[in-house]
């Protein structure tokens, strides 16, 4: 069974910074590009953030200059550090293999973040 775990979310000023964390099995980390989701109350699930094995990064054009994608392939993990977030950014941020390179549905529980003064 494939997981993704992730954590670090929480209640955060705007113009603060957090960051979140995604564990998964090495053998998904080291054969597919991973990325960020997230998914606001009342909207889809959004891509955020894309980055392939080798560490080439995408992201969508509201968390650029903001958001940074990152991984650590010795501990099959990925990160995202949020700076400067907004109210906007207020959603479930889940972490999957791209799914447009391996589509699946075995998302985690996501971690909340919430983004208020």
């Known amino acids: 069974q494939v997981q993704f775990v992730e954590s670090g979310g929480g209640l955060v000023q705007p113009g603060g910074s957090l960051r979140l964390s995604c564990v998964t099995s090495r053998r998904i980390f080291s054969i597919y590009p991973m990325a960020w989701y997230r998914q606001a109350p009342g909207k889809q699930r959004e891509l955020v953030a894309q980055?392939?094995?080798?560490?080439?990064?995408n992201y969508e054009d509201s968390v650029k200059g903001r958001f940074t994608i990152s991984r650590d392939n010795a501990k099959n993990t990925m990160y995202l550090q949020m700076n400067s977030p907004m109210p906007e950014d207020t959603a479930v941020y889940y972490c999957?293999?791209?799914?447009?390179?391996?589509?699946?549905?075995?998302w985690g529980q996501g971690t909340q973040v919430f983004v208020s003064s």
């Open positions: 999957n293999a791209d799914q447009r390179y391996y589509p699946n549905t075995f």
């Open positions: 980055i392939t094995t080798s560490g080439i990064t």
